[in-house]
């Protein structure tokens, strides 16, 4: 008697979307999302168009470019209440649909893209002749504007200690939300040193009487960055 042939398992597939209550849903195929990797990124971040300047030095591991812009978020100080870009080797990263008819086609999806994708797995290499550093910009804010200029540093051995992401060095504090780019915060420094200016009172009030611009807290900037601005 002939033996039956096993029957085959059927591929894996792609839970579905929900959909509209009574709506028939298919199956979808589609590639799965990459995974990080365990490689632990250095980056400073300077704020463009301020002096002296206001920048960060932090340590991330590998993840994709939505979660590094909560990172930035946290250790520089901002709210994420606007939309931001990242601008990378002339590729723009970000929300998809969310900056308007203009985007369509323009913006790669940041929450699917890696850093491990777009940044060197190496230490950019300085000397004579040798290839250029590598840095990109991140734009927060399309009112405001405010640039930031990525600078990779390197990558970093995994220590079994260390725990990221982290932000271990910086000057400044963050400008407050909303204030009007880098001229607007500059004009408000001036305010804020000068009592017998006329904005100076409703200036005060509207930043609150404990706003420092030298203030700068690597510890508190670490705790925002873990806690993470979704928490």
């Not at 870009?85 to 086609?105: K, M, N, Q």
Request: glycine share 8%; aromatic share 10%.
């Amino acid at each position: 008697m002939a033996k039956k042939k096993a029957a085959k398992k059927p591929p894996v597939r792609r839970k579905p979307a929900k959909g509209m209550p009574g709506s028939r849903v298919s199956w979808t195929w589609g590639p799965a999302k990459p995974k990080p990797t365990h490689t632990i990124y250095q980056f400073r971040i300077v704020l463009l168009g301020i002096h002296p300047p206001i920048w960060r030095r932090i340590r991330v591991e590998d993840c994709f470019l939505d979660d590094f812009d909560h990172h930035i978020q946290a250790a520089m100080g901002w709210t994420n209440s606007h939309l931001h870009v990242f601008d990378i080797d002339d590729l723009v990263y970000g929300r998809p649909g969310t900056y308007g008819p203009d985007d369509e086609g323009r913006i790669i999806d940041e929450s699917i893209t890696l850093l491990s994708v777009v940044v060197p797995n190496s230490k950019p290499n300085t000397k004579a002749g040798a290839r250029p550093r590598f840095t990109f910009r991140y734009t927060y804010d399309m009112g405001d504007n405010w640039e930031h200029e990525i600078l990779f540093e390197g990558t970093c051995e995994p220590a079994t200690k260390a725990k990221h992401p982290v932000c271990f060095e910086g000057e400044r504090a963050c400008p407050p939300e909303n204030c009007g780019g880098d001229a607007g915060y500059e004009h408000l420094l001036t305010v804020l040193h000068d009592p017998e200016n006329d904005e100076y009172d409703d200036m005060v009030e509207w930043v609150g009487e404990g706003f420092d611009p030298e203030r700068f807290d690597a510890n508190r900037a670490t705790a925002r960055m873990v806690k993470g601005l979704r928490a």
